[in-house]
Protein backbone atom coordinates (compact mmCIF):
# COMPACT_ATOMS: atom_id res chain seq x y z
CA UNK A 1 0.00 0.00 0.00
CA UNK A 2 2.61 2.29 0.64
CA UNK A 3 4.71 1.83 -2.46
CA UNK A 4 1.39 2.45 -4.42
CA UNK A 5 0.78 5.75 -2.55
CA UNK A 6 4.29 6.75 -3.25
CA UNK A 7 4.53 5.94 -6.42
CA UNK A 8 0.92 8.03 -6.78
CA UNK A 9 2.55 10.79 -4.86
CA UNK A 10 5.77 11.00 -7.09
CA UNK A 11 3.67 11.09 -10.20
CA UNK A 12 1.63 13.81 -8.69
CA UNK A 13 5.11 16.01 -8.06
CA UNK A 14 6.99 15.22 -11.58
CA UNK A 15 6.83 17.98 -13.86
CA UNK A 16 6.77 15.97 -16.97
CA UNK A 17 3.50 14.53 -15.57
CA UNK A 18 2.58 18.37 -15.05
CA UNK A 19 3.35 19.00 -18.53
CA UNK A 20 1.68 16.15 -20.35
CA UNK A 21 -1.41 16.79 -18.21
CA UNK A 22 -1.64 20.58 -19.11
CA UNK A 23 -0.84 19.42 -22.60
CA UNK A 24 -3.82 16.76 -22.75
CA UNK A 25 -6.25 19.54 -21.35
CA UNK A 26 -4.74 22.28 -24.42
CA UNK A 27 -6.01 19.35 -26.95
CA UNK A 28 -9.46 18.86 -25.09
CA UNK A 29 -10.34 22.57 -25.40
CA UNK A 30 -8.94 23.28 -28.50
CA UNK A 31 -7.61 25.55 -30.50
CA UNK A 32 -7.80 29.13 -29.14
CA UNK A 33 -7.61 32.40 -30.36
CA UNK A 34 -7.58 36.17 -29.49
CA UNK A 35 -8.36 37.22 -25.80
CA UNK A 36 -8.80 33.64 -24.74
CA UNK A 37 -5.81 32.22 -25.53
CA UNK A 38 -3.83 35.46 -23.85
CA UNK A 39 -5.71 33.96 -20.93
CA UNK A 40 -5.34 30.34 -20.77
CA UNK A 41 -1.40 29.64 -20.76
CA UNK A 42 -0.15 26.86 -19.21
CA UNK A 43 0.13 28.28 -15.35
CA UNK A 44 -3.64 29.01 -16.06
CA UNK A 45 -4.58 25.39 -17.38
CA UNK A 46 -2.20 23.89 -14.54
CA UNK A 47 -4.55 26.02 -11.73
CA UNK A 48 -7.65 24.27 -13.42
CA UNK A 49 -6.24 20.83 -13.41
CA UNK A 50 -5.20 21.43 -9.33
CA UNK A 51 -8.71 22.73 -8.54
CA UNK A 52 -10.24 19.71 -10.38
CA UNK A 53 -7.31 17.54 -8.51
CA UNK A 54 -6.15 17.02 -12.04
CA UNK A 55 -9.32 15.31 -13.12
CA UNK A 56 -9.30 16.10 -17.01
CA UNK A 57 -12.81 15.80 -17.53
CA UNK A 58 -13.66 18.34 -15.26
CA UNK A 59 -10.84 20.57 -15.72
CA UNK A 60 -11.81 21.01 -19.15
CA UNK A 61 -15.47 21.66 -18.14
CA UNK A 62 -14.21 24.47 -15.68
CA UNK A 63 -11.93 25.98 -18.32
CA UNK A 64 -15.04 25.98 -20.78
CA UNK A 65 -17.49 27.92 -18.41
CA UNK A 66 -15.08 30.42 -17.36
CA UNK A 67 -14.26 30.67 -21.11
CA UNK A 68 -17.82 31.31 -21.69
CA UNK A 69 -18.24 33.75 -18.61
CA UNK A 70 -15.11 35.40 -19.73
CA UNK A 71 -16.72 35.91 -23.57
CA UNK A 72 -20.22 37.44 -22.76
CA UNK A 73 -18.90 39.28 -19.17
CA UNK A 74 -15.62 40.80 -20.91
CA UNK A 75 -13.85 41.50 -16.81
CA UNK A 76 -10.84 42.85 -19.07
CA UNK A 77 -12.98 45.54 -20.14
CA UNK A 78 -14.27 46.93 -16.67
CA UNK A 79 -12.30 50.49 -16.05
CA UNK A 80 -12.29 51.52 -12.75
CA UNK A 81 -13.95 54.59 -13.63
CA UNK A 82 -17.14 52.49 -14.72
CA UNK A 83 -17.21 51.16 -11.08
CA UNK A 84 -15.41 53.81 -8.67
CA UNK A 85 -18.06 54.88 -6.81
CA UNK A 86 -18.21 51.51 -5.20
CA UNK A 87 -14.94 52.36 -3.99
CA UNK A 88 -15.87 55.79 -2.23
CA UNK A 89 -16.08 54.02 1.29
CA UNK A 90 -13.28 51.86 0.99
CA UNK A 91 -15.39 48.52 1.71
CA UNK A 92 -13.34 46.53 -0.83
CA UNK A 93 -9.60 47.36 -2.04
CA UNK A 94 -6.98 45.88 -2.98
CA UNK A 95 -3.67 46.47 -0.45
CA UNK A 96 -0.83 47.91 -1.00
CA UNK A 97 1.26 45.11 0.03
CA UNK A 98 1.73 41.67 -1.00
CA UNK A 99 1.90 38.49 1.08
CA UNK A 100 5.33 36.40 2.00
CA UNK A 101 4.52 34.72 -1.35
CA UNK A 102 4.32 38.13 -3.38
CA UNK A 103 0.72 37.35 -4.07
CA UNK A 104 -1.98 40.09 -4.53
CA UNK A 105 -4.14 40.89 -1.11
CA UNK A 106 -7.66 41.87 -1.31
CA UNK A 107 -9.12 43.55 1.63
CA UNK A 108 -13.05 43.04 2.13
CA UNK A 109 -14.56 45.14 4.95
CA UNK A 110 -18.20 44.89 5.20
CA UNK A 111 -17.45 43.56 9.33
CA UNK A 112 -20.73 43.31 11.65
CA UNK A 113 -24.29 44.85 10.18
CA UNK A 114 -23.78 48.35 11.48
CA UNK A 115 -20.26 48.71 9.48
CA UNK A 116 -21.83 46.70 6.57
CA UNK A 117 -24.64 49.72 6.52
CA UNK A 118 -21.85 52.50 6.78
CA UNK A 119 -19.28 50.76 3.98
CA UNK A 120 -22.13 49.67 1.75
CA UNK A 121 -22.55 52.83 -0.10
CA UNK A 122 -24.76 51.52 -3.12
CA UNK A 123 -27.49 49.17 -3.82
CA UNK A 124 -26.97 48.09 -7.54
CA UNK A 125 -25.99 44.40 -7.34
CA UNK A 126 -24.53 44.16 -10.37
CA UNK A 127 -22.39 47.15 -10.38
CA UNK A 128 -21.01 45.61 -6.65
CA UNK A 129 -20.09 42.69 -9.01
CA UNK A 130 -18.57 44.35 -11.67
CA UNK A 131 -16.53 46.09 -9.00
CA UNK A 132 -15.48 43.11 -7.24
CA UNK A 133 -14.40 41.41 -10.62
CA UNK A 134 -12.68 44.20 -11.52
CA UNK A 135 -10.53 44.35 -8.28
CA UNK A 136 -10.37 40.01 -8.53
CA UNK A 137 -9.13 40.08 -12.33
CA UNK A 138 -5.37 41.55 -10.47
CA UNK A 139 -4.95 38.39 -8.88
CA UNK A 140 -2.76 36.97 -11.30
CA UNK A 141 -5.74 37.00 -14.25
CA UNK A 142 -7.09 35.18 -11.48
CA UNK A 143 -10.97 35.57 -12.85
CA UNK A 144 -14.47 35.11 -11.26
CA UNK A 145 -16.35 32.39 -12.53
CA UNK A 146 -18.55 31.59 -9.75
CA UNK A 147 -19.28 32.95 -6.39
CA UNK A 148 -19.47 29.30 -4.46
CA UNK A 149 -16.25 27.95 -3.53
CA UNK A 150 -15.11 24.49 -4.73
CA UNK A 151 -14.94 22.10 -1.96
CA UNK A 152 -10.76 21.97 -2.39
CA UNK A 153 -10.57 25.53 -2.29
CA UNK A 154 -13.23 26.25 0.77
CA UNK A 155 -10.71 24.10 2.66
CA UNK A 156 -8.21 26.42 1.75
CA UNK A 157 -10.25 29.73 3.45
CA UNK A 158 -8.74 30.46 6.90
CA UNK A 159 -10.63 32.84 9.43
CA UNK A 160 -8.61 34.96 11.71
CA UNK A 161 -10.07 37.05 14.97
CA UNK A 162 -8.60 40.09 16.45
CA UNK A 163 -6.48 39.49 19.84
CA UNK A 164 -6.34 35.88 19.30
CA UNK A 165 -3.08 34.00 19.64
CA UNK A 166 -4.07 31.37 17.15
CA UNK A 167 -4.83 34.07 14.60
CA UNK A 168 -2.19 36.35 15.36
CA UNK A 169 0.55 33.21 14.67
CA UNK A 170 -1.46 32.21 11.23
CA UNK A 171 -1.66 35.79 10.42
CA UNK A 172 2.18 35.87 10.62
CA UNK A 173 2.85 32.75 8.67
CA UNK A 174 1.83 34.71 5.18
CA UNK A 175 2.31 38.44 5.84
CA UNK A 176 5.28 40.49 7.17
CA UNK A 177 4.92 41.18 10.39
CA UNK A 178 5.20 45.16 8.98
CA UNK A 179 2.42 44.67 6.96
CA UNK A 180 0.08 43.07 9.99
CA UNK A 181 -2.50 45.17 11.23
CA UNK A 182 -2.93 46.47 14.68
CA UNK A 183 -5.37 43.93 15.72
CA UNK A 184 -3.40 41.15 14.66
CA UNK A 185 -0.12 41.79 16.90
CA UNK A 186 1.21 44.03 13.92
CA UNK A 187 2.18 48.04 13.38
CA UNK A 188 0.44 48.64 10.54
CA UNK A 189 -3.42 50.74 10.63
CA UNK A 190 -4.79 50.33 7.40
CA UNK A 191 -6.74 53.47 6.09
CA UNK A 192 -8.23 53.76 3.06
CA UNK A 193 -7.60 57.26 0.01
CA UNK A 194 -9.79 56.74 -2.40
CA UNK A 195 -8.23 59.31 -4.52
CA UNK A 196 -4.62 57.58 -4.08
CA UNK A 197 -6.28 54.37 -5.09
CA UNK A 198 -8.45 55.74 -7.91
CA UNK A 199 -4.45 56.99 -9.13
CA UNK A 200 -3.48 53.63 -8.87
CA UNK A 201 -6.32 51.96 -10.79
CA UNK A 202 -6.01 54.35 -13.12
CA UNK A 203 -2.48 53.57 -13.78
CA UNK A 204 -3.30 49.81 -13.84
CA UNK A 205 -6.04 50.28 -16.05
CA UNK A 206 -3.62 51.97 -18.77
CA UNK A 207 -1.58 48.55 -18.15
CA UNK A 208 -4.70 45.92 -18.86
CA UNK A 209 -5.35 47.45 -22.10
CA UNK A 210 -1.92 47.28 -23.24
CA UNK A 211 -1.87 43.54 -22.20
CA UNK A 212 -5.30 42.93 -23.25
CA UNK A 213 -5.23 45.07 -26.82
CA UNK A 214 -3.06 45.43 -29.72
CA UNK A 215 -1.02 48.25 -29.62
CA UNK A 216 -3.12 50.02 -32.69
CA UNK A 217 -6.22 48.97 -30.85
CA UNK A 218 -5.12 51.05 -27.47
CA UNK A 219 -8.48 52.95 -26.10
CA UNK A 220 -8.29 56.36 -26.88
CA UNK A 221 -8.05 57.41 -23.36
CA UNK A 222 -4.73 55.38 -22.78
CA UNK A 223 -3.10 57.23 -25.67
CA UNK A 224 -4.26 60.45 -24.53
CA UNK A 225 -3.53 60.76 -20.71
CA UNK A 226 -1.77 58.78 -18.17
CA UNK A 227 -3.64 57.00 -15.45
CA UNK A 228 -2.49 59.49 -12.79
CA UNK A 229 -4.26 62.33 -14.03
CA UNK A 230 -7.56 60.34 -14.81
CA UNK A 231 -10.28 60.95 -12.71
CA UNK A 232 -12.82 58.79 -11.88
CA UNK A 233 -15.93 59.48 -13.15
CA UNK A 234 -18.88 59.23 -11.05
CA UNK A 235 -21.51 56.54 -12.30
CA UNK A 236 -25.13 57.49 -11.75
CA UNK A 237 -26.96 54.53 -9.86
CA UNK A 238 -30.41 56.84 -10.23
CA UNK A 239 -32.66 55.69 -12.76
CA UNK A 240 -34.13 58.65 -15.30
CA UNK A 241 -37.15 59.92 -14.35
CA UNK A 242 -40.50 58.49 -16.66
Excluded at 74 to 98: D, H, L, M, Q
Excluded at 105 to 133: A, C, F, Y
Excluded at 210 to 236: I, M, Q, T, Y
Amino acid sequence: MFRLWSTSHQQENDPLNHDAKINELKAAIGPLSGRSLQFCTDACFRRYLEARNRNLDKAKKMSEETLKWRSTYKPEEIRWREVACEGETGKVYRASFRDRSGRTVLILRPGILMLLEMLQNTVSIDNQMRHLVYLMKHFGRFELSSIFLDKKTFHKVKFVYPKNKDSVELMKQYFDEENLPIEFGGPAILNYDHEEFSKLMNQDDVKSAAFWCPDDKLPHWANERSGAEVAPEPVSLTPAAS
